[in-house]
């Protein structure tokens, strides 16, 4: 029997799916800053990965049919995902993370206030042109 209080919310994401065109460097950018954030690996097959958090997962596949070599962020279609991070300390510790690893911080010029002075983000991109936003949920 399921507990009420695990169901999902009717409305919320049931998953995002984001082609990539190498899968191993998008396990390589993606794996250790969705497990940092409390996602598990949820499936694995030879294209693709899934990272699961409640209810939602993000999976990430190397499809044939992918048409670009790159994810262009100024395209129609997926801009950037955000996450909320507990508070400013750890949106610094995982932008550090995030750098020693291969993404790039954008808006360095306005770092840690790009969205506002009244929020404590990072605005970090993928080798592969991904572009995730890490929001401190908490105050500093």
Same mark, same amino acid.
């Given at each position: 029997m399921t /507990? /009420? =209080? $695990? #169901? +999902? &919310? +009717?409305?919320?994401?049931?998953?995002v799916e984001i082609w990539v065109p190498d899968l191993g460097r998008a396990i390589a $950018?993606?794996? !250790?800053?969705?497990?940092d954030l409390g996602y598990v690996l949820h499936q694995s !097959?030879?294209?693709?990965r899934s990272w699961k958090l409640g209810p939602t997962y993000l999976v990430f596949e190397q499809s044939p049919a992918l048409t670009a #070599?790159?994810? /262009?962020?100024?395209? +129609?279609? =997926?801009?950037?995902? #955000?996450?909320h991070v507990e508070d400013a300390d750890r949106v610094d510790r995982l932008t550090a993370k995030a750098r020693e690893?291969? !993404? *790039?911080?954008?808006?360095?010029d306005r770092h840690p206030h790009a969205g506002g002075d009244h929020q404590h983000a990072a605005y =970090?991109? *993928?080798? /592969?042109?991904f572009e995730i936003? =890490? &929001?401190a949920s908490g105050r500093a």
């Open positions: /507990d /009420d =209080l $695990d #169901a +999902p &919310v +009717p409305g919320t994401l049931h998953h $950018d993606w794996s !250790w800053l969705l497990e !097959w030879e294209h693709g #070599a790159r994810h /262009d962020r100024r395209a +129609p279609g =997926l801009n950037h995902l #955000a996450f690893s291969g !993404w *790039s911080l954008m808006f360095e =970090l991109e *993928s080798r /592969d042109g936003e =890490l &929001v």
